[in-house]
């Protein structure tokens, strides 16, 4: 059963790059039709999706974010990561890593999360 | 981007009850609807995907259905630990988005 688990700061300055990582365990990220994905949830507010990456390297991010995004994987360590530059106070979330299993090259959604981790833009 | 929106924003009721939660797509996206659950702290939980399929372990009380623009998950029989926000997910086209989220609570 795979696992994903969330980490880095809690606090990141305004202006300042977020940077968080997702360790995967019990499944190999670099076997399998598998793209990983980061979604963030405001308090007490709804999901957004950031992106995701494929095992090739190739991603895709949300345009809300105006290209502020980039995601990064390494298959040795069987991780990813993401970085979020020039954070604001609107960048305040819980944010949430998760796998989505393709099935015929198609999207499936996303079948297994991280318990995610608080992420607060605070000078 | 493709809006989901879904009604009710929130309801009331008992153990036992009958829930429909209904999904609509701003254009036509096939079956690629997913239903997930969340509880206050915990990650969301995948209820359904490709719009009727029952995700591994989830009670069959849940099911899923519609096509095109409009989705519907049904709890049959609610239960104590159903209480809880469920969200749609439109797993059709990037950006993917979720729809605004219905609260259940109990009456």
């Known amino acids: 059963q795979v696992q994903l688990q969330e980490s880095g700061p809690g606090l990141v300055k305004p202006s300042q790059t977020l940077t968080l990582t997702c360790a995967v365990s019990?499944?190999?990220?670099?076997?399998?039709?598998?793209?990983w994905n980061w979604i963030r949830q405001p308090p007490g507010k709804g999901l957004e999706w950031i992106g995701y990456?494929?095992?090739?390297?190739?991603?895709d991010d949300n345009p809300s974010l105006k290209r502020r995004v980039t995601i990064s994987i390494d298959t040795s360590k069987n991780q990813f990561s993401l970085k979020l530059n020039s954070v604001t106070a609107a960048d305040t979330a819980v944010y949430y890593c998760a796998r989505d299993v393709r099935r015929h090259y198609a999207s499936t959604g996303f079948d297994s999360w991280g318990q995610g981790t608080l992420v607060t833009v605070s000078s | 981007d493709i809006q989901m929106t879904q009604s009710p924003s929130s309801l009331s009721a008992s153990v036992g009850d009958r829930v429909t939660i209904i999904c609509r797509a701003s254009?036509?996206?096939?079956?690629?609807v997913g239903w997930y659950q969340q509880t206050p702290g915990k990650a969301p939980k995948r209820l359904i995907y490709?719009?009727?399929r029952l995700h591994s372990g989830v009670p069959s009380r849940f099911s899923g259905s519609g096509s095109g623009t409009e989705f519907t998950l049904t709890i049959t029989s609610l239960q104590p630990e159903d209480f809880a926000t469920y969200y749609c997910l439109q797993h059709s086209q990037y950006p993917f988005t979720f729809g605004p989220g219905t609260r259940v609570d109990i009456k």
């Open positions: 254009q036509g996206i096939r079956n690629d």
């Open positions: 990456i494929y095992t090739s390297g190739s991603t």
């Open positions: 019990g499944a190999s990220m670099s076997s399998g039709d598998y793209y």
């Open positions: 490709a719009s009727s």
